[in-house]
């Protein structure tokens, strides 16, 4: 089966970038999105390094229009002007978003907006034509960008029950455990719980993230 074409919107940076390579690693053609071609070409260019996947840079716009799964990737002040500039583009796609709300400087204290979460903001803005997934947002770019098993699962919540499952089986393709966290409300858990591994990140020296105990199987 042909792998879909991920686009990563903010992909010129650690997270975004961290996922571009496991991706990218495990056969999917990947381009990468910025605010400039320029950027997203860099960026693009330092990940292909001993890959052997198609990895290409665009500016966000057009990488969301040659995507077939978008995923979103930026600080939460540019969240909304960057699903507002390419709206048009996610009809009938997943965008997975991955943004947290952090408001610096105090990104270690929980702080949703009147949203309710960033997953629910991008849901409601892009209509229900657009399936909108959470997730990833307690994976440290860290692992990401590391070549070691990562030691974190993810929760992915989104209305749309099968647009969870791409985005799990994208989760293990990454070499992760994924699992269904309900509908796109839930949320506003992963997205708060990042300020909490912040803190346990700075007190233990570490880069934390979460286990879901008591499954016998991920299924």
């Not at 052997?52 to 969240?79: E, R, W």
């Not at 947002?137 to 989104?158: F, M, R, W």
């Not at 949320?187 to 591994?197: I, Q, Y």
Request: one cysteine or more; charged letters at 20%; proline letters at 3%.
């Amino acid at each position: 089966m042909l792998k879909p074409i991920i686009a990563i919107l903010g992909g010129s940076g650690d997270l975004g970038g961290g996922l571009a390579r496991r991706w990218a690693k495990s056969g999917y053609e990947i381009i990468i999105g910025s605010r400039t071609r320029e950027k997203a070409e860099a960026a693009a260019q330092d990940i292909s390094i001993g890959s052997n996947s198609k990895i290409s840079g665009l500016d966000n716009l057009m990488a969301a229009q040659k995507g077939d799964i978008i995923v979103l990737t930026v600080p939460f002040s540019h969240h909304e002007n960057i699903l507002k500039e390419v709206k048009a583009a996610l009809e009938g796609k997943i965008l997975i978003d991955v943004t947290v709300p952090l408001m610096p400087p105090k990104v270690g204290l929980v702080q949703l907006p009147d949203g309710g979460s960033a997953g629910q903001i991008a849901q409601e803005l892009l209509g229900d034509q657009v399936k909108v997934v959470s997730a990833f947002q307690n994976v440290a770019a860290h692992h990401l960008k590391s070549d070691h098993d990562i030691d974190c699962d993810v929760l992915v919540t989104g209305n749309d029950k099968a647009a969870r499952a791409s985005v799990i089986a994208l989760a293990g393709d990454a070499g992760m455990r994924a699992f269904h966290a309900g509908p796109i409300e839930n949320s506003v858990v992963a997205e708060a719980l990042t300020s909490v591994l912040i803190q346990i990140n700075r007190q233990y020296k570490c880069h934390a993230g979460i286990r879901i105990a008591g499954l016998k199987n991920a299924d």
